[in-house]
C-alpha cells in the first residue's frame, strides 16, 4: 500500500477515526489499534514478510530485556551482539548476499579462477533496511544504558512497526519515539491541521514533481548513448528533484501522517538544495540516517577525538558504509566515497560546522556568497547523483564523459512540459518556509483564513490535475 | 476533533466541487466542438438522447472498425441502417464496459432495432479490458454516467472513475477535435506468419484465463438480457481475421452455441471468411475495402435477417 494509492487514500481516515473514535481513548486500545493497522499496511505488500517483521521485532524486544538484565560483562555483549549479528544477518541475506557472491566471483575472476557462486532468487522485504535499524539502536541504547528496556510488546512492536514510517523512515530512536508511544495521545487540532498540510505538500512533491521528473529522468538514464551532453546535464538535474521530492515528501506525508495521531516523528529533510557546503548538505538530507550512523557508528569509532586523521578516516568509514547502506552496487559506495570526498576539504580546514544555521535567516535574499555556495554544492551532488543513479560504476563515468562533450552546447531536445514550472514553485515555497519545519508551515504565517483555505484547495487542485498517479514506488522503498 | 473533522469535510467537499465544475467546463468546451461517430472514439461526445436507431454495433476494435476512416457512412449506406457505433479499441474496454455503455445509451432514451456484438474472443479470453483505468479518458464528464457508473458493478471502478474526471485536464483531451480518419487504403500483400507468431505471443503472456472467460460469459450474458428488455434483437458475429481462428476460438463459439440455445440469440463465425490479404491493414484489422467487402457479402445478410 503506497501513500499515493487509493487504497491509503481509504485506510488512512478509517484508521484515523477508529483511533479516536473507537478506542475509548485508552492507550492499550490505541496501541494495539496501531500494531493492527501497521500490520496491515506492510502485509498488504507481501504478508510473508510480515513474519520477517515480527520475528524481527521479537529478537530486539526479547534481547533488549536480556542486556538490561545481565549485569556488564561477556552476557550482555553476548545479548548485544546476538541481536546484532541476527538483524544484520538478514540484512546481509536478503540484501547483500548476491552481492558479495558475484563480487567475490569478480574478484576470482581477476585471477583467472572461475567461480560459480550461487546466487539467491529473494526478493527485498520492504523497509528492512529502516526497521532493522529501528531495532539496532535500541539495543545499542540499551547497551549503553541510554534508556530502559520496553516490557510491553505491543509498545515496543508499535514503535517499530508504527505504519507512516515503517516502509522508508525516518528511522527513529527509541529515545524519541518510545515516550510518546507509552503516553496516552490527546487530539490536537492544531497539530493535526499541520499533519494534514504537511501531506499534501508531501503529496504535491512526489506526484507532482517526483513522478513527473520520473519517465524522463528513467528513459535519459536507461539510454543515455541516444542523448546530448546538454539532455543528460537535465537529466541530471531531473533526478536531483526527482530523488528529493520523492523522498522529501514521502518523509512529509509520513511526518504528517503520524502528527495525526499525535505522534511527532523525526525530522528528515531540512531543504538541503539551499545548502552552501557538502558538511550543511547532510545536515539537512537524509537527518535521521545520517545522525544514526554518526551516533552508532562515527561516536564508537572515535569520532573526532583522536585528532584529523581519524576524524577523516572515520568520516570516509561512515560514508562508505552509508552508501552501501543504499544498496547492494558498487554505485552506492563510489556515490558514498565521492561524497566523503567532497567533505575531506572542509574537515581539514576546520570549516565543516561553518553554516549552521538555515542560509539568509531572516533575510528575503540569500548574499551572493551564500549563492555561490548553494551553486557550488548543488554541482557538487548532482555530479554524485550520477553514480547513485547509473547502473554500473563504468556507466556512470561514461555518463559524465557525455554530458562534458560538445553537445553540452547543443540545444536540448527533450520535452519537459511543464516539470520546471513545479520545480521553480516548489523552490520559491521551500525558501520562503525554510525557517520552517517543510516547505508549507503556514500555521505560524499571518494570513486571513479564506487565503490559507484558497491556496490549499489551489494546491490540492494542481495535485489533482497534474500528479501523476500511475502508482510509482517511493525510490527509497528499495534500500 | 469536530472542528477538524468538520473542516477536512468541507476541503475536500468543496475541492470535489470545484474539480467537477472545472471538468465540467472542459467538457463543454470540447463536446462543443461537435463531434459525428467516426470523428472520435469517444462514445458520449457523440451519443445523443432518445434517438432510434436501426443498428448498434459494440465490441472492441474490430468492432469500431466499422465506423473509423469513415466507414461509418459506407456501412450504414449498404446496410440502409441508422448506425450507431460503441465499440471501444486499444484494450481499453472489456466486456464489462461495453455492457455498461449500451446500458447508458438505453437510459438515456435511445432505441435501437438491432445489436450486433462483435464478440473478439480476445475480449473473451483477456481480462485486460476490464481492468483497463483509461478507459474514459475521451469521454466528456456527465454527472449522469458519473452516477451510474458509481452503482454499476466492475473492477477497478474508483480508479477508472478517477482517471474519467482527471483526464479531463489533460493535453489530450484539450487538444480533441473532430477528425476523420481518412479511408484506410493500406493493404497487406500477404500474409506474415512471423508478425502473427509476434502477436499471439503477447497475447498469450497470461495464457488463456478461464477465470476471465467466465467472468466474461457471465457479463456477455447480462448483455443479451439488457438488450432483449429494450426490445433489441442482439447477434453475435465473430469477426474475421486472415489467420482464421482466434486462440480461444471454440470455448467462444461453444458459449455462442448455449447463448442460443438458452436465448434464441443468432450468432456467425466469420472468422475464415475474408482469407484476402488486400482486405486488411493488419491480420485482423478490415481496411476500408475490407470493410466494405465484408459488409456487402455477409453482415447485410446477417442484419436484413
Known amino acids: 500500500m503506497l501513500f499515493n494509492s487509493f487504497e491509503f487514500a481509504l485506510f488512512l481516515p478509517v484508521v484515523f477515526l477508529l483511533y479516536w473514535f473507537a478506542t475509548g481513548k485508552s492507550l492499550k486500545a490505541q496501541n494495539i489499534l496501531l500494531l493492527v493497522a501497521s500490520y496491515f499496511f506492510y502485509g498488504s505488500w507481501d504478508y510473508r514478510f510480515l513474519f520477517l517483521l515480527i520475528f524481527s521485532t521479537f529478537l530486539d524486544y526479547f534481547t533488549g530485556i536480556k542486556i538490561h538484565e545481565a549485569k556488564p560483562g561477556r552476557m550482555k555483549t553476548f545479548w548485544l551482539w546476538l541481536s546484532i549479528s541476527i538483524n544484520l544477518g538478514f540484512l546481509g541475506v536478503f540484501k ?31 523497509g528492512i533496511s529502516f526497521y532493522t535499524f529501528h531495532g539496532l539502536s535500541y539495543v545499542l541504547d540499551l547497551y549503553n544504558d541510554r534508556i530502559k528496556p520496553e516490557r510491553n510488546y505491543v509498545n515496543y512492536a508499535v514503535f517499530v512497526s508504527f505504519f507512516p514510517l515503517l516502509v522508508a523512515g525516518p528511522i527513529e530512536r527509541a529515545t524519541h519515539l518510545l515516550p510518546q508511544i507509552i503516553k496516552k495521545r490527546v487530539f490536537n487540532y492544531s497539530q493535526a491541521v499541520d499533519g494534514m498540510q504537511q501531506i499534501i505538500w508531501g503529496l504535491f512533491k512526489k506526484v507532482v514533481v517526483a513522478d513527473n521528473c520520473a519517465p524522463i529522468v528513467n528513459n535519459i538514464f536507461e539510454n543515455p548513448g541516444a542523448f546530448s551532453g546538454s539532455e543528460l546535464l537535465i537529466g541530471v538535474v531531473l533526478f536531483a528533484f526527482q530523488i528529493y521530492c520523492d523522498f522529501s515528501g514521502y518523509s512529509d506525508i509520513a511526518l504528517g501522517t503520524a502528527r495525526l495521531f499525535g505522534i511527532t516523528l523525526l525530522r528528515n529533510f531540512a531543504f538541503p ?5 557538502i558538511a550543511e548538505f547532510w545536515r539537512r538530507w537524509h537527518i535521521s540516517l545520517t545522525t544514526w550512523f554518526r551516533d552508532y557508528l562515527y561516536i564508537p569509532l572515535g569520532g573526532s577525538r583522536g585528532g584529523k586523521w581519524m576524524s577523516v578516516r572515520n568520516t570516509f568509514i561512515v560514508f562508505l558504509v552509508s552508501g552501501f547502506w543504499h544498496g547492494a552496487n558498487w554505485t552506492f559506495i563510489v556515490w558514498g566515497f565521492l561524497n566523503a570526498l567532497y567533505f575531506l576539504p572542509l574537515l581539514l580546514m576546520n570549516k565543516n560546522r561553518q553554516n549552521m544555521e538555515i542560509a539568509a535567516k531572516g533575510k528575503w535574499l540569500p548574499s551572493l556568497k551564500d549563492l555561490a ?13 550520477v553514480f547513485f543513479r ?7 563515468f561514461i555518463f559524465i564523459r557525455d554530458i562534458f562533450s560538445a553537445s553540452l552546447f547543443a540545444a536540448p531536445d527533450i520535452k519537459l512540459h511543464y516539470i520546471w514550472v513545479f520545480i521553480i514553485i516548489l523552490l520559491v515555497f521551500e525558501w520562503i518556509f525554510r525557517e520552517q519545519q517543510y516547505g508549507l508551515q503556514f500555521n505560524e504565517v499571518r494570513l486571513h483564513k479564506s487565503l490559507k483555505w484558497s491556496f490549499m484547495l489551489a494546491l490540492g487542485l494542481v495535485i489533482f490535475i497534474f500528479g501523476n498517479f500511475n502508482k510509482t514506488e517511493f525510490i527509497y522503498f528499495a534500500f | 476533533m469536530k472542528r477538524y473533522l468538520r473542516n477536512t469535510a468541507l476541503f475536500i467537499i468543496a475541492l470535489f466541487i470545484l474539480v467537477t465544475l472545472l471538468a465540467l467546463a472542459t467538457s463543454h468546451m470540447v463536446y462543443n466542438r461537435g463531434f459525428e461517430n467516426w470523428e472520435s472514439e469517444s462514445n458520449l461526445l457523440m451519443m445523443k438522447k432518445n434517438q432510434e436507431y436501426g443498428l448498434l454495433i459494440m465490441g472492441i476494435s474490430h468492432a469500431r472498425n ?4 469513415k466507414n461509418h457512412l459506407r456501412v450504414e449506406k449498404i446496410l440502409d441502417k441508422k448506425m450507431i457505433n460503441i465499440g471501444i479499441g486499444g484494450g481499453d474496454c472489456g466486456t464489462n464496459d461495453q455492457h455498461f455503455y449500451l ?3 438505453y437510459s438515456t432514451g435511445n432505441k435501437t432495432e438491432k445489436v450486433l456484438y462483435v464478440l473478439s474472443p480476445t475480449i473473451m479470453t483477456k481480462g485486460f479490458g476490464n481492468k483497463a483505468s483509461n478507459t474514459f479518458e475521451l469521454e466528456p464528464l456527465r454527472l449522469d454516467f458519473f452516477g451510474q457508473y458509481v452503482c454499476f458493478k466492475t473492477d477497478n471502478k474508483y480508479e477508472r472513475l478517477f482517471y474519467y474526471v482527471k483526464s479531463k485536464f489533460s493535453r489530450k483531451w484539450f487538444g480533441l477535435k473532430p477528425k476523420s480518419l481518412e479511408i484506410k487504403k493500406s493493404a497487406l500483400e500477404k500474409l506474415d506468419s512471423s508478425k502473427i507468431k509476434e502477436g499471439l505471443k503477447l497475447l498469450l503472456v497470461e495464457g488463456e484465463r478461464l477465470d476471465e472467460f467466465q467472468r466474461n460469459s457471465q457479463m456477455v450474458e447480462e448483455t443479451i438480457r439488457l438488450a432483449r428488455a429494450n426490445q433489441s434483437e442482439i447477434v453475435f458475429i465473430i469477426p474475421p481475421a486472415l489467420f482464421g481462428k482466434w486462440m480461444g476460438h471454440f470455448k467462444v463459439m461453444d458459449f455462442l452455441e448455449a447463448m ?18 488486400k482486405y486488411y491493414y493488419d491480420h485482423h484489422h478490415l481496411n476500408s475495402a475490407g470493410i466494405e467487402y465484408f459488409t456487402e457479402n455477409y453482415l447485410k445478410e446477417v442484419i436484413d435477417h
Open chain 1, 96 to 126: 547483500y548476499f548476491n552481492f558479495f557472491a558475484s563480487s567475490f566471483a569478480d574478484l576470482l575472476g581477476m585471477f583467472g579462477i572461475q567461480a560459480g557462486f550461487v546466487t539467491l532468487n529473494v526478493i527485498l522485504p520492504v
Open chain 1, 273 to 277: 538544495y539551499f545548502a552552501r557546503d
Open chain 1, 373 to 385: 555556495g548553494m551553486a557550488v554544492t548543488f554541482s557538487l551532488t548532482l555530479l554524485a547523483w
Open chain 1, 390 to 396: 547509473a547502473d554500473s560504476v563504468s556507466g556512470a
Open chain 2, 66 to 69: 466499422f465506423t473509423r476512416h
Open chain 2, 103 to 105: 446500458k447508458y445509451f
Open chain 2, 260 to 277: 442460443n440455445t438458452k436465448y434464441g440469440t443468432r450468432y456467425y463465425d466469420f472468422s475464415e471468411s475474408v482469407l484476402i490479404p
